[in-house]
């Protein structure tokens, strides 16, 4: 590597001195400085425990010196010495391919707002170490993803085979508008949401008498299947894992619903093993099995986009790289013909009639915190709390609150006993577990929300329980994190995936660099954690009614004054001309 780095400052050299066209020994001692800088950026790069800062310090150095060259020596220089800076360049990106950090960087880290929430440049982060057993990596996992694609405004419409509309909305637009003021968790579609920085969807399947799966949450809200299918999903989530090819996506089935009720998942169907991926290891064929009419249904669907669907039981006991071996989109039988089958995605449930979650909820009703209550106080007067409050008595008690929850969800003592908080004591059966970092909903804070003209995605922006929650998984407050779901991930979902991916326990590379670099164990380990700097968050600034109010009045009357005044213009236009001769005294003034 070092004598790479030589051979690459040779090269410099005689770009340099070729610029100079002189003998004098001071710009001759200032271009071997500069390839000095060179060879030492090289060899940071081959050894050092921060690689990518001595890659983009030498690039930068380049660029500087091929912009020179184009602006004041492109008639002096030779054809060696100009393309001496591109292939410098060109040499470190190849070779730093195998020297510099190989981590997830996004897709699309130009806005300010979103690079900003990632702890490294560039948006990197780690890669998860793949000796890691599934049930101690954390992901973070976009609660109900499937309402992102209610009214979204960047949504096209399907009819239910796929094809584009251009109709309106149906007449029940208007109530699933309302409903979803309180029902709708999340903004953008499923890539949207992977971008800004999910790993984990939570999606709650309803079947159709037609044979077409869609998605609901709850008994209230259907999403429309104008707008979305389980299929359609699966092409947003196979794009992003196209565009993202080592990063492991995770989807959770629960709630399982038929469209006649109960009647409709409760029959068991025959399944063919030849119809799926279904070998022993010998090669033959599996014995066919019978699954839930739901469950098959559901198979079906993934066996036809090429996506795998396992039980719970599958995934327990196993690391990431067992799991990710599993998930591989590529070696799907239905994938070998399609071009756009890469990354890593994986659909689970139990298998059971309604398609249960693979974990521990750690959804306890009589413990929920929602984002508006009431009480009595003592003089028996009824008063509502707002967790949009910035008094201490109300947000900031409903913050506590919820803070305290979701580390009790994470911190207590491990039980199996679904109606207590913690994390799961036998982790076959609940391989993992959620920490719920979000305000639940009743009808009771959905009514009083409601009339203080808020919803769900309002209440979460001005709470910034998004923003709080990171810095408390920063701060380390809690024992180990398996599922950290939330509300609205476009606010601050970066943020939170960085953080828990950059935690000392989850990356690979402490281990990894030690071993395969340096072969010594008393080097520096790279940053992690705490090491690593606060993400900046996103503070949404959004005014109070009243102020909206107070401003639609004042632009309201600065409109009526504009109109007034091109009318009385107008008026004056029309009379003609005019005396405007001041007379006093009789003479003309």
């Known amino acids: 590597m070092i004598l790479l780095a030589i051979g690459i400052a040779i090269f410099d050299l005689h770009a340099r001195l070729a610029r100079l066209e002189t003998s004098a020994p001071v710009p001759l001692l200032l271009a071997a400085l500069g390839a000095a800088i060179d060879v030492s950026c090289h060899i940071i790069i081959t050894t050092s425990n921060q690689p990518c800062v001595a890659y983009i310090l030498h690039i ?137 920085g999910a790993r984990a969807l939570d999606i709650r399947p309803k079947l159709y008498t037609n044979g077409t799966v869609g998605f609901h949450h709850g008994s209230l809200i259907d999403i429309p299947l104008t707008s979305l299918t389980l299929g359609r999903l699966l092409q947003d989530v196979k794009r992003w894992c196209y565009d993202n090819p080592t990063e492991l996506v995770l989807l959770f ?44 249904k559901l198979k079906s669907v993934y066996r036809e986009f090429g996506v795998p669907y396992q039980p719970c039981t599958t995934t327990a006991g196993l690391t990431v790289g067992q799991v990710m071996e599993m998930a591989n989109l590529s070696t799907q039988t239905s994938s070998s013909s399609d071009p756009t089958a890469r990354g890593y995605l994986l659909a689970m449930d139990r298998h059971d009639m309604y398609a249960s979650f693979c974990g521990k909820s750690n959804w306890v009703e009589s413990q929920q915190i929602t984002c508006h209550s009431r009480y009595y106080d003592t003089n028996n007067q009824n008063t509502f709390l707002h967790c949009t409050d910035n008094k201490a008595s109300s947000g900031m008690s409903k913050l506590t609150a919820l803070q305290s929850y979701t580390m009790s969800s994470a911190n207590n003592d491990a039980s199996d006993n679904y109606y207590t908080l913690g994390p799961p004591a036998d982790m076959y059966y609940y391989p993992f577990y959620q920490i719920q970092g979000l305000w639940q909903v009743d009808t009771e804070s959905a009514q009083i929300g409601l009339m203080s ?137």
Request: net charge negative; with cysteine.
């Open 453 to 589: 003209a808020s919803n769900l995605l309002e209440d979460n922006s001005r709470s910034n329980i998004n923003a709080q929650l990171v810095s408390l998984v920063y701060a380390g407050n809690y024992d180990h994190i398996s599922l950290f779901t939330m509300d609205n991930v476009a606010l601050n979902g970066n943020a939170m995936f960085s953080v828990l991916r950059n935690a000392c326990a989850q990356q690979s590379l402490i281990s990894t660099r030690r071993r395969t670099v340096t072969n010594d164990d008393d080097v520096d380990a790279l940053p992690c954690g705490r090491d690593l700097p606060m993400p900046q968050m996103i503070f949404p600034h959004n005014l109070p009614l009243v102020y909206n109010i107070m401003l639609l009045v004042l632009s309201s009357m600065l409109t009526i004054v504009l109109l007034c005044m091109v009318r009385q213009a107008y008026k004056l236009r029309n009379m003609g001309s005019q005396d405007h001769r001041l007379v006093c005294n009789g003479h003309l003034v």
């Open 60 to 196: 930068i150095l380049s660029s500087q010196f091929f912009r020179e060259w184009r602006q004041k020596n492109r008639p002096t220089m030779t054809t060696s010495a100009s393309a001496a800076p591109l292939i410098i360049t060109a040499l470190l990106l190849f070779h730093s391919s195998s020297t510099c950090v190989i981590s997830y960087q996004h897709t699309s880290c130009h806005r300010t707002a979103r690079r900003t929430q990632f702890q490294f440049p560039n948006c990197y982060t780690y890669d998860l170490n793949p000796d890691l057993y599934i049930s101690d990596a954390s992901f973070v996992m976009a609660h109900n993803a499937a309402t992102g694609y209610i009214h979204n405004s960047n949504d096209r419409k399907f009819n239910t085979n796929g094809k584009t509309s251009t109709n309106a909305w149906n007449k029940n637009d208007i109530t699933l508008q309302l409903l979803s003021l309180y029902g709708k968790t999340q903004v953008g579609t499923a890539y949207q949401q992977l971008n800004d």
């Open 253 to 296: 089935h629960s709630e399982l619903v038929h469209e006649s009720g109960i009647d409709g998942l409760s029959s068991l169907v025959k399944y063919s093993a030849n119809m799926d991926e279904n070998h022993d290891d010998d090669g033959n064929n599996q014995e066919d099995e019978y699954y839930y009419s739901g469950i098959a």
